[in-house]
């Protein structure tokens, strides 16, 4: 059974960085045939896919046009675990994000994490 | 504003069937069989229920079942249960420069 467990601070301050790690249990975050993503849900926006990295080979990174320019998300091997990180966040930025996995990458999110609320705020 | 249409919300008395929709375009729901339909109870993590619109992965009741036609992917959910209130989200495959959409999510009320 796959597991993702969430971390990170649920305050970020307008302009700084949100950053979450998701670890992985019951799956390799090296597995060629997943992916891992990140997912959003606010009462404004409603659900909205932010990005994913998978590894073919070698590494992939997909992400969502409305936050390209300021979103990065790696793997963790040595820690079988995935991160995001968001840069020059400010309130629009506020939701619950879930750490999720893509088990046939065409959108099949089979496993979700409990989700983080973070909130932008000064 | 959500790039798939769902009702807001729906509601049946147990033992009844409720449908409910998602329309969305010839760039997602209707160029691809990729859709997916999602449970969340507020609180825990969202649950995959079908995908490839009709498929249940093992474990999901035959209670709920999916379907497409032209633009618009439903889910169906028959024998209603007390358990079934929740929020229902679906989600299309939209090419590679979009990846996936959601829809805005349903609320359904058991009464």
């Known amino acids: 059974q796959v597991q993702l467990q969430q971390s990170g601070p649920g305050l970020v301050k307008p302009s700084q960085t949100l950053s979450l790690t998701c670890a992985i249990s019951?799956?390799?975050?090296?597995?060629?045939?997943?992916?891992w993503n990140w997912i959003r849900q606010s009462p404004s926006r409603g659900l909205e896919w932010l990005g994913r990295?998978?590894?073919?080979?070698?590494?992939?990174?997909d992400y969502a046009v409305s936050v390209k320019s300021r979103i990065t998300i790696n793997p963790d091997t040595s820690k079988n675990q995935f991160s995001l990180q968001l840069n020059s966040v400010t309130p629009e930025d506020t939701a619950v994000y879930y750490c999720?996995?893509?088990?046939?990458?065409?959108?099949?999110?089979?496993?979700w994490g409990l989700g983080t609320l973070v909130t932008v705020s000064s | 504003q959500s790039a798939l249409t769902q009702p807001r919300s729906v509601s049946g008395s147990p033992g009844q069937s409720v449908t409910i929709s998602c329309t969305g375009t010839?760039?997602?729901?209707?160029?691809?069989?990729?859709v997916s339909w999602y449970q969340h109870h507020p609180g825990k993590a969202p649950k995959l229920l079908i995908y490839?619109?009709?498929k249940r992965p093992s474990g999901v009741p035959d209670r709920f079942s999916g379907s497409k036609s032209g633009n618009t992917a439903s889910l169906t959910i028959s024998g209603l249960r007390a358990e079934d209130e929740a929020d229902y989200y679906c989600?299309?495959?939209?090419?590679?420069?979009?990846?996936?959409?959601f829809g805005g999510g349903t609320k359904l009320t058991v009464l």
């Open positions: 989600c299309s495959y939209a090419g590679i420069s979009t990846h996936v959409v």
């Open positions: 010839s760039s997602d729901v209707g160029g691809y069989n990729f």
């Open positions: 999720v996995r893509d088990g046939r990458p065409m959108g099949l999110f089979d496993y």
């Open positions: 490839d619109v009709n």
């Open positions: 990295t998978y590894y073919r080979s070698k590494w992939y990174n």
């Open positions: 019951g799956d390799s975050v090296s597995s060629v045939s997943v992916a």
